[in-house]
């Protein structure tokens, strides 16, 4: 309905709402892996540590790393 909403998940408050429903975030992050931003405010790796258990597809990890940015950057 908004093409143009992105999100990021480098606030903490982006791992804690996920990690409150895993289950959840296991549907969310594919469904809207085209418009997720990976990112790191934190010094420690719980971010990745959280994406990385939830047993998502690696296209769906590629995008929120790394190609989402560079596709936003490229416009």
Do not use: M, V
């Not at 709402?17 to 934190?42: N, Q």
């Not at 719980?46 to 416009?75: F, P, V, W």
């Amino acid at each position: 309905e908004y093409p143009n909403l992105y999100c990021d998940l480098s606030a903490g408050s982006g791992c804690n709402a996920l990690s409150r429903d895993t289950e959840f975030a296991k549907k969310f992050l594919p469904e809207f892996e085209d418009r997720i931003l990976y990112g790191r405010d934190c010094f420690d790796n719980r971010h990745q540590e959280l994406l990385e258990s939830l047993g998502l597809e690696d296209t769906t990890l590629g995008k929120i790393y790394a190609e989402n940015a560079l596709r936003l950057l490229s416009r």
